[in-house]
């Protein structure tokens, strides 16, 4: 089993719609929860950091945690073809350690 | 957030060559940066951890004396892929760790393509 689980997709959905991403974990270790957005041939790019459970919103995004069913989300409101990418969930133990990331999600938005 | 750069971008060698990749804080000071290696359509794969003034922690299943790393200043790391061969082929991104305060999040370079013939 893998240390994080996320669903490759890919993911397909029209212009205006929410995408709705998730991860899930094996290890009640991990306390810090990132979300990347990744261009085909570019780093990634962050996008949400959050570190506790419940929800944290910014902008078109909102990241959700709940660390008792290890499981943690990522909405994308108003969604644009500019959001086309794959989307990386990626979890640490603790600030500054090392990450372990999901394998990804490719996200295409049609308009 | 900070800003990372890497050269080159891409680059094609024949096998048995080696090739330096750099990576480049532009703004802020890194005391840990990070090496990753992706295959297509793969997710990152973290290689070793660089930390200023001493030796990489390399991952379990990397050779250390394949993939030479050097964190020569606080804004400079190096990776050294030595005798390349076919299968060393990845897209191979840097991150690091800005020296502030709140080391909480790895701010990611652009990339670096090898592709070796």
């Known amino acids: 089993q893998k240390e994080v689980e996320q669903d490759p997709g890919p993911l397909s959905v029209p212009e205006g719609a929410i995408v709705s991403l998730n991860c899930t974990y094996s290890?009640?270790?991990?306390?810090?929860f990132m979300w990347y957005r990744q261009y085909s041939r570019k780093g990634p790019e962050l996008l949400m950091y959050?570190?506790?459970?419940g929800n944290k919103e910014d902008g078109r995004f909102t990241a959700q945690v709940d660390k008792s069913s290890k499981y943690i989300s990522l909405f994308i409101r108003d969604s644009q073809p500019s959001d086309s990418a794959t989307y990386l969930c990626a979890i640490s133990v603790a600030a500054g350690n090392k990450l372990t990331f999901g394998g990804g999600t490719r996200v295409l938005v049609k308009p | 957030g900070a800003v990372v750069s890497q050269h080159p971008s891409w680059v094609i060698c024949k096998s048995g060559t080696s090739v330096k990749i750099e990576c480049r804080s532009l703004d802020f000071q890194a005391t840990t940066m990070f090496w990753y290696r992706q295959f297509p359509k793969q997710s990152l794969m973290l290689m070793a951890t660089s930390n200023e003034g001493s030796k990489a922690t390399y991952e379990q299943g990397v050779e250390k004396d394949k993939f030479l790393i050097n964190h020569a200043s606080l804004t400079l790391s190096t990776l050294t892929v030595t005798s390349a061969h076919p299968e060393d082929s990845s897209f191979y991104i840097c991150?690091?760790?800005?020296?502030?305060?709140?080391?909480?999040?790895?701010?990611f370079g652009p990339g670096t393509r090898l592709l070796v013939l």
């Open positions: 290890n009640s270790a991990f306390q810090y």
């Open positions: 991150s690091l760790l800005p020296r502030i305060d709140s080391q909480e999040t790895q701010y």
């Open positions: 959050t570190y506790s459970s």
